[in-house]
């Protein structure tokens, strides 16, 4: 478990994850979409007194912007060495529009944020604790990395990559004192959520998945897939036959709007 002298980075939405963690310093580095950008990019660097919480640094940054992220972690990292990264930023995608489909565009962004973002994240703090032979880094992906949903193709798919890469990078970094944890959260009540428009079984409140997710990471745990009905019912679709469970999903009323 982190000790009141740790330091914790976040990126993301900062409702999930920032109570929950009372360390000496907290950085939240929120998505720049939708958020107004400073007349000066390079004030975008100087991380932000939150006026709202005690112990708390934010900055507003474009988590597409490799140089940007890497050069405020690396700030917060000198001032307080990092020992949990979170990379929990993401949009997400499909904009289905009636059975439009995304748009390459829009696919593009949806895997340079959800995936890209995660890289940009994690490897400006990997050097700096891999030095010090300790650190804890948590990717969030989704239960959606489980299996393609048709409404929400690069969704799905940028979710995937994190899982996948996060189990790749598990082993690679252990013998170094780094725990890598991924996360798999069902649906929560974000304003991620909301662009979804039908069926959200089991969704959770932030508070919830919250306690989830650091009961997880203070347990070293691998994986934290959640809520576990919807896990389990995630994991069965990966083994019936593949006509019947695109039959299924032909048949759900979904339909994805923009995330503002």
């Known amino acids: 478990m982190l000790s009141r002298s740790a330091a914790v980075y976040c990126t993301g939405e900062e409702s999930l994850l920032h109570s929950h963690y009372r360390c000496k310093q907290r950085y939240w580095c929120r998505l720049g979409t939708g958020l107004r950008r400073p007349a000066n990019p390079s004030s ?107 409404f929400s193709p690069g969704y799905c798919a940028s979710k995937a990559a994190v899982r996948i890469y996060g189990e790749a990078i598990r082993r690679w970094l252990a013998p170094e004192g780094i725990n890598v944890s991924v996360v798999l959260p069902g649906f929560v009540a974000t304003r991620l959520s909301q662009t979804v428009s039908g069926p959200k079984p089991l969704m959770l409140p932030p508070e919830r998945a919250a306690k989830i997710i650091r009961r997880g990471l203070a347990r070293g745990r691998r994986q934290i897939a959640f809520p576990y009905p919807l896990y389990l019912g995630t994991q069965l679709t990966r083994v019936l036959p593949p006509g019947l469970v695109d039959h299924i999903l032909r048949r759900l009323a979904v339909d994805i709007g923009p995330y503002a």
């Open 44 to 150: 975008a660097l100087r991380p932000r007194r939150c006026a709202a919480r005690r112990g708390g640094q934010q900055a507003c940054l474009d988590i597409t912007e490799a140089a940007a992220v890497a050069a405020w972690i690396d700030s917060a990292d000198r001032a307080s060495p990092l020992e949990l990264v979170i990379a929990n930023a993401g949009v997400q995608g499909g904009l289905w529009r009636d059975g439009a489909g995304e748009t390459l565009g829009e696919t593009h962004h949806v895997m340079d944020v959800n995936f890209g973002g995660v890289l940009n994240t994690i490897h400006p703090a990997l050097p700096s604790m891999r030095r010090r032979g300790r650190g804890q880094v948590a990717l969030i992906s989704s239960l959606a990395a489980l299996r393609g949903i048709p």
